[in-house]
């Protein structure tokens, strides 16, 4: 039964920083790519931030490029976004995804950025 569980969100300042956490379980984590979404709020769709491949290759949304670093531990079966000089329009419900799932899996942690 493949799980993920976002966790790491919360309330910050602009310019503050936050790291989410994704665990994943169910399924041999090194194998798969893994990517974080976010829904903003008042917004029904997910919104695609940032991938990381098996490989190793990353990729981000213009909109959080130089900001945002994804990274991975597969000994820990754990994915990560480093979420650095945030903005209030980064305020969103953040989701990780696997290989076989989709946004909205997990059930997502809150990131609230205040001016």
């Known amino acids: 039964d493949l799980q993920l569980e976002e966790s790491g969100g919360g309330s910050v300042q602009a310019g503050g920083s936050l790291r989410l956490s994704c665990r994943a379980s169910g399924l041999i984590f090194a194998d798969s790519g893994v990517a974080w979404y976010r829904q903003p709020p008042g917004n029904d769709a997910c919104v695609l931030v940032s991938t990381l491949t098996t490989d190793g290759v990353t990729d981000y949304a213009d909109s959080v490029k130089g900001r945002f670093t994804i990274s991975r531990d597969n000994a820990k079966n754990t994915a990560y976004l480093q979420m650095n000089s945030l903005k209030p329009e980064d305020t969103a419900v953040y989701y990780c995804?696997?290989?076989?799932?989709?946004?909205?899996w997990g059930q997502g942690t809150q990131v609230t950025v205040s001016s």
């Open positions: 995804a696997v290989d076989g799932t989709v946004c909205g």
